[in-house]
């Protein structure tokens, strides 16, 4: 019912970017959007989301800016893990993602695989922080195209996994990045 | 008045992920959002915002994922210039741009370090576009805490700006970052 809610959300976000009304309905929504929020706000965790176990003890991010499924700000990613160690995501991403006129903003570009690349390294229970990440812009990246990021693990040592990957469109890579992603001994941050 | 849409579905993003009221309640609400998404579809910009002009013929990014007052998604960031060449801005980050439990996701600091770099690059009517961005991650990045991301122009090599920069809360540094940005010759992307 939450992922109901967030798609609802996601919806109002891009009209609220390229919604062209007078004056008068922009308040009268504004209105409206304030006293759903008031509803929601009845009982609120008393911080961010968080990791949550499931009935069934998977951990659930919901609330990831990346892949939560009740974050609106996620497009949200869906992570695929290939048999032969290789993560990819599909996925196109609209108007709330701009930079330059038309095009994925690169800090987007760099969230998302910061997260693809992450999750090459990511174990049940055993998250990998990023130590290095490293982008390299070929061109722009598109919006409201079919995109996809892809990553796989270069080589590990010890502690460190050394990830490379990119996203592409249909026309090729537009981004490439490599990054280390470390294992803590101890709990961190 | 856009401004004020805008911050009232950034509120609302904060309670769709941290509200945890019942199943009817959430039917309710989603509906009310779908009933307002629908008012500001009655006129929408063809596409994503893109760079408008203002009547006093400022560039305007409303629609952009870090700076833009219209996008909800964004903070927004408010970059300053300062009188010896660094930029900086001040902000804090609630549940929407959450990665590890508690703490900002890397990916969203190397988002908001894209962009700030970039700003001290950027001249008014000629952008610079990022070739390559470097992050290195000290340690994490906590929510709901004053942040400031701050750059300076290391050398400058023909069309190719040479920046550095961090993000920093009051303990010190937590994700460094070096980035190469480039003006085009001829339009680009």
Redesign the interface.
């Known amino acids: 019912?939450?992922d109901?809610?967030?798609q609802?959300?996601r919806?109002?976000?891009d009209?609220?970017?390229?919604?062209?009304?007078d004056?008068q309905?922009?308040?009268?929504?504004?209105d409206?959007?304030?006293?759903?929020?008031e509803?929601?706000?009845?009982?609120?965790?008393p911080?961010?989301?968080?990791?949550q176990q499931s009935p069934d003890g998977q951990s659930l991010a919901?609330?990831?800016?990346?892949i939560?499924r009740?974050?609106?700000?996620a497009p949200p990613l869906v992570v695929a893990e290939g048999a032969d160690g290789t993560v990819h995501a599909d996925f196109v991403l609209?108007?709330?993602?701009?930079?330059?006129?038309?095009?994925v903003?690169?800090?987007?570009c760099?969230?998302?695989?910061?997260?693809v690349l992450?999750a090459t390294a990511h174990q049940p229970g055993r998250?990998a922080?990023?130590?290095?990440?490293?982008?390299?812009?070929l061109?722009?990246t598109p919006?409201?195209t079919p995109l996809r990021a892809q990553a796989h693990v270069d080589r590990i040592d010890g502690s460190k996994t050394f990830a490379v990957g990119h996203i592409a469109d249909a026309e090729g890579v537009t981004v490439q990045a490599e990054g280390v992603f470390i294992h803590p001994k101890e709990s961190?941050?």
């Open positions: 019912m939450n109901r809610l967030a609802s959300v919806r109002l976000i009209a609220t970017i390229r919604t062209q009304v004056v309905t922009l308040a009268t929504v504004s409206k959007i304030d006293w759903a929020t509803q929601l706000s009845a009982s609120l965790l911080g961010s989301f968080g990791v919901l609330g990831n800016v990346v939560g009740r974050n609106p700000v609209n108007a709330a993602y701009e930079g330059p006129p038309g095009h903003h690169g800090g987007v760099a969230l998302i695989l910061d997260h992450g998250p922080y990023t130590g290095t990440l490293t982008l390299r812009y061109r722009g919006l409201s961190r941050p």
